[in-house]
């Protein structure tokens, strides 16, 4: 076990829609990180929280947004959702620089 | 643009012997790398790190070797067991981005 918990587990939702996933982190991690995750692909950085601040951004869409919590817990927000979109989402957690990131187990996203 | 790669999408080995797992990345900035172990439907787990001051570091059945000159990264396991099929996955951190940037993966199976 990780130490990092995402919810929900599964996602199912129509295009159009919106979404939240849910991000807690590992007790005494301060940055959070979020990937996706399509099938049988590598994992794409989509953004990274540092203590409530925004760090880093890679390719995050438009219509994606993120935010970190006083608790330091995340959430990221799907919108306008496509059939592409479809994925795994991951988030990570780790204490700062320079430290491995823990990853918890994911939520699946299917848009139909 | 940045990019870590995997050459060998599948890495078959028969039990017990040797495995030997490649990454080559692009970023010569890169300098912290990390292995993750990434099984069926879970989130990637973390295996093994190393430094760029560093060109070797041994862990539990493991050994990661970092050649800077030609910009490339290997994952070592010793002793193959059924239970270390799964899709490993090299990735990189440059100081100047905070971005843990993975490559596509290469998936690792044993058998018997």
């Known amino acids: 076990d990780s130490g990092v918990t995402q919810t929900p587990k599964h996602l199912i939702t129509a295009t159009g829609q919106r979404v939240t996933l849910r991000c807690s982190p590992r007790?005494?991690?301060?940055?959070v990180y979020w990937y996706q995750q399509s099938l049988d692909q590598g994992l794409q950085f989509l953004i990274q929280?540092?203590?409530?601040?925004?760090?880093a951004k890679g390719n995050i869409l438009e219509r994606f947004s993120a935010q970190q919590f006083p608790d330091l817990h995340s959430e990221l927000n799907l919108s306008s959702l496509e059939l592409g979109d479809s994925a795994l989402y991951f988030c990570?957690?780790?204490?700062?620089?320079?430290?491995?990131?823990?990853f918890g187990n994911g939520t699946r996203l299917t848009v139909t | 643009g940045e990019s870590v790669g995997l050459h060998l999408p599948t890495l078959s080995v028969q039990e017990g012997d040797n495995s030997i797992i490649n990454c080559a990345y692009s970023?010569?900035?890169?300098?912290?790398f990390i292995w993750y172990k990434q099984e069926s439907g879970k989130g990637p787990q973390f295996i093994i790190d190393?430094?760029?001051?560093?060109d070797k570091r041994q862990g539990q059945r493991v050994t990661v070797l970092l050649n800077k000159t030609v910009k490339h990264l290997s994952l070592q396991i010793a002793a193959t067991q059924p239970g270390d099929s799964a899709v490993y996955f090299c990735?990189?951190?440059?100081?100047?981005?905070?971005?843990?940037?993975f490559g596509t993966g290469t998936r690792l199976q044993v058998f018997p």
């Open positions: 990735a990189e951190i440059s100081y100047n981005t905070d971005k843990l940037i």
């Open positions: 007790s005494g991690d301060l940055s």
């Open positions: 990570a957690s780790n204490l700062g620089a320079n430290s491995p990131l823990h």
């Open positions: 970023n010569s900035a890169s300098d912290y």
């Open positions: 929280y540092y203590n409530g601040e925004e760090r």
């Open positions: 190393i430094r760029s001051n560093m």
